[in-house]
């Protein structure tokens, strides 16, 4: 069966130091990839998503970037971290072709 | 581009039914799921229709879609203490990715 990990957990970081999260899924291959941002109390909003290795698509302009150095390893990072750059990390998988979305367990990231 | 919208809280006392409502405005969407999201937790999956379809039940679930007026409903029978939790009504758009609501908060009280 296919499974979705993401880590850390959670994470303290201070303002301007960088941001490194991954996301790895076993148990299938070639699958879109996603990276999702939910602030308190609000809904999921798209931050990237990739259809296969190096492809990347950006949904809103911002101080994170993403990276798919394999096919089932999904990055986030950031340079120089804000305070707005608080909230939970949800990464997600699908096989290809509307199929499902299934999301790893989140990482919490507070900035200081 | 698409909208979806869901009421914020919900209150239902344990063994009743509860009704979770989702509106969207894109009539071309292929597919509409329902996410459940416990505290600090990522999303679950819990049942999705596709959009040919008016109906689907799975155990105590229901969801109902009336693609005319663009509205989904999620029925949960005999509501639990454990299902107290967020959900999350998701679209699908022609692109492979979702539009999520802002999520519904179910709390079940005794």
């Known amino acids: 069966s296919q499974t979705i990990h993401q880590w850390p957990a959670t994470l303290v970081q201070p303002v301007g130091s960088p941001l490194s999260l991954e996301c790895t899924v076993e148990g299938t291959s070639n699958p879109n990839l996603y990276w999702y941002r939910q602030a308190a109390g609000r809904g999921l909003q798209l931050l990237f998503y990739s259809v296969g290795i190096g492809q990347i698509s950006s949904e809103v302009p911002q101080n994170l970037s993403a990276s798919r150095p394999q096919d089932r390893q999904f990055i986030l990072s950031s340079k120089k971290l804000l305070l707005s750059d608080s909230g939970f990390y949800l990464c997600?998988?699908?096989?290809?072709?509307?199929?499902?979305?299934?999301f790893g367990d989140g990482t919490r990231l507070s900035i200081l | 581009g698409e909208d979806v919208e869901q009421s914020l809280f919900l209150s239902v006392r344990e063994g009743d039914s509860s009704v979770i409502n989702c509106t969207y405005t894109d009539s071309s969407s292929t597919y509409l799921y329902w996410y459940k999201q416990e505290p600090g937790a990522g999303l679950q999956l819990l049942t999705y229709i596709f959009s040919n379809m008016d109906m689907k039940q799975d155990q105590r679930l229901t969801v109902l879609l009336n693609k005319k007026d663009k509205h989904l409903s999620l029925r949960i029978a005999d509501t639990q203490t454990g299902d107290s939790a967020i959900y999350f009504c998701a679209v699908e758009t022609t692109t492979d990715k979702l539009i999520f609501g802002t999520g519904t908060r179910l709390q079940v009280f005794p």
């Open positions: 997600a998988w699908s096989a290809q072709g509307n199929q499902p979305q299934h």
